[in-house]
Every structure is written in C-alpha cells, then in structure tokens.
C-alpha cells in the first residue's frame, strides 16, 4: 500500500534533486510491488516533482545542467516503475515532433526540452536543427502528433517560425495541431506574430503547458 507521505517526501526529493533518495524511495515501492494504478500515481508524483524543478529554475535557484540532469532523473526513475505498468503505453500522454527552424542550429534548449518531455510521458520525434517549414509539414502528416515545438534561439528564427506556422495553414494542417514555440527571442508578441498557441523560455512551463492540451 502507498503510504501518502512517502509521496510527498519523494516529490520533495526530486524537486530537491536527491538522486540517492528518489532511488531509495523507488526501490521501497517497488519492493512492495505496488499495482498499475499505484504506479501511475507514483509516475505523476515524480512528474510533479519536475514541477518543482521548474520553479526553482525560473526563481534563479537552478540552472540548465540542473534541468539535464532532472530530465535525466525523471526518465531513469520512470524506467525503474515501467515493469510495474503492464502496459509500455500506459504513461504515453501523446506525441511532439520537435525541432530547431530553418535558419538557426542551435539544440542545447531542444535537448532538454525532448528530454524532460519524454521523461514526462511524451514520444518526441525530433527532427532535428536548421529544419525548413516543409520538413514539419512533413513530419507532421507522417507522426499525426497533437503538438509541434519550434525551437529558436536567434532573432531571425522567429520568422522562420511564422513561415512553418504559414506552411502549416497552407495544407490545412494548422487546426490539427498545437504549437509551442520556444528559446531566447520568444515572447508573448513573438508568439502572436508567428501564429503559436503558447511560448516558453525553458523546457519544464512548456512540458506543462503542452500536458495541459492533452488533459
């Protein structure tokens, strides 16, 4: 039985980044062999507790390699509960493709973006840097996700990314998808002029918002 202080003590744990504890608090529940519900309780309390991480990141207490390394955390601690989910799909929340936009090669946000998000539940198909409208439009009819990221981390990128957001239109995929749009130049304008439904400059308010659409 899951005891619900234990809960909130592992949230605690991971938003403190204790990967010794996390580990020890898994490795109690599993020895328990808790039921597939428990496990997916025990999932969304370590998804959570990345929740945790994000504040942390935005108050100025965390920095990038903190979010690697709690990406890295969260997807190992979820491939410790998998056997206890029956299911492999069960904590699949949907599908991401993902990529940096035509004109910009920078990754390091897409990274920890794909990494927290498919730590959170996601399959992220990441096509990859310096991508041309056309390679979303693409990817999307071949993936059919429910959300597409645009990353950017230089001024012009944000032209790069209405120009996807155009192409989208063109073939009528625009209202079949939501889009997130994230990096450096971001911003509640930028996010009007591209034509996106949400704008984040780190990884874990966009991994939020995009579980959000998919409630």
């Not at 979010?67 to 029956?86: V, Y």
């Not at 920890?112 to 390679?135: L, N, R, T, Y």
């Not at 597409?148 to 239109?169: P, Y």
């Amino acid at each position: 039985m899951i005891i619900l202080a234990d809960l909130a003590e592992l949230k605690l744990a991971f938003g403190d980044l204790d990967e010794a504890k996390v580990y020890g608090i898994l490795d109690s529940f599993v020895a328990n062999n808790p039921n597939n519900d428990e496990t997916q309780k025990i999932v969304e309390v370590c998804q959570h507790g990345m929740e945790i991480v994000g504040e942390k990141f935005e108050n100025g207490e965390y920095f990038v390699g903190d979010l690697i390394f709690a990406g890295e955390l969260l997807s190992d601690s979820i491939d410790r509960l998998k056997p206890l989910l029956g299911d492999g799909n069960a904590v699949t929340r949907g599908t991401i493709v993902l990529g940096t936009v035509e004109g910009d090669i920078h990754d390091i946000g897409k990274n920890i973006f794909k990494s927290i998000a498919e730590a959170a539940g996601f399959k992220v198909v990441d096509i990859g840097i310096d991508q041309a409208p056309e390679a979303f439009v693409e990817a999307v009819k071949i993936h059919k996700p429910e959300i597409v990221g645009l990353s950017g981390v230089l001024t012009l990128s944000i032209d790069s990314m209405k120009r996807t957001v155009e192409a989208f239109k063109a073939v009528g995929l625009r209202n079949e998808v939501k889009i997130t749009i994230g990096g450096n130049a971001v911003s509640d304008e930028a996010c009007r002029y591209v034509g996106a439904d949400a704008w984040s400059k780190n990884a874990p308010d966009s991994i939020k918002v995009c579980s959000g659409w998919l409630l």
